[in-house]
T-cell receptor, first 111, second 116 residues
Framework: RKEVEQDPGPFNVPEGATVAFNCTYS??????FFWYRQDCRKEPKLLMS???SGNEDGRFTAQLNRASQYISLLIRDSKLSDSATYLC????????????FGTGTRLKVLA | SAVISQKPSRDICQRGTSLTIQCQVD?????MFWYRQQPGQSLTLIATANQGSEATYESGFVIDKFPISRPNLTFSTLTVSNMSPEDSSIYLCSVDARGSGANVLTFGAGSRLTVL
């Protein structure tokens, strides 16, 4: 079983739609959680951190459920420019310190 | 956040040769990581580059194949040794650029390697 799992998609949605991505992690020593965005042939960039209380940044909302080891990302009012791969990332501190990436979820927003 | 310069940005290499990728950061950082991203795949951690000591390798990666140097807190190199076509991939340097009490992973632009 992979340490961080995501539905690879692709998710094809029309402009203006709301779309949600889920991510599960298996390591209970995971300390911090993030969503990264990766555009085609580019390096990943931080979209937002995920806090236990949930957090929002404009059209993006992230949620964390530690009991279920589950993270989500909600995108409202999708734009064409939201088309990218969204990577769930977990910071693990058991033994060594490292960031573990999920497989990524591809999103394509259609005009 | 930290600015990372990674080079080469791309290279085409012959089977059996070695290539060294350099990563320069504009500020001192404690943690530097090397990732590999194979075509159509997500990122896989190769190793953590430790300043002044041997790198910590993940399962499936060994020092003889991927020797890493970290002479100071702003610079690291990754060498891909005795390359085969299976090593064709994007190699990414990253740093944990902590700020405001939160850890943030920042990446270089990557080195796209093609092995013929």
């Amino acid at each position: 079983r992979k340490e961080v799992e995501q539905d690879p998609g692709p998710f094809n949605v029309p402009e203006g739609a709301t779309v949600a991505f889920n991510c599960t992690y298996s390591n209970s020593a995971s300390q911090s959680f993030f969503w990264y965005r990766q555009d085609c042939r580019k390096e990943p960039k931080l979209l937002m951190s995920v806090y236990s209380s949930g957090n929002e940044d404009g059209r993006f909302t992230a949620q964390l459920n530690r009991a279920s080891q589950y993270i989500s990302l909600l995108i409202r009012d999708s734009k064409l420019s939201d088309s990218a791969t969204y990577l769930c990332v977990v910071w693990v501190t058991s033994g060594t310190y490292k960031y573990i990436f999920g497989t990524g979820t591809r999103l394509k927003v259609l005009a | 956040s930290a600015v990372i310069s990674q080079k080469p940005s791309r290279d085409i290499c012959q089977r059996g040769t070695s290539l060294t990728i350099q990563c320069q950061v504009d500020s001192q950082v404690t943690m530097m990581f090397w990732y590999r991203q194979q075509p159509g795949q997500s990122l896989t951690l190769i190793a953590t580059a430790n300043q002044g000591s041997e790198a910590t390798y993940e399962s499936g990666f060994v020092i003889d194949k991927f020797p890493i140097s970290r002479p100071n807190l702003t610079f690291s190199t990754l060498t891909v040794s005795n390359m085969s076509p299976e090593d064709s991939s994007i190699y990414l340097c990253s740093v944990d650029a902590r700020g405001s009490g939160a850890n943030v992973l920042t990446f270089g632009a990557g080195s796209r390697l093609t092995v013929l």
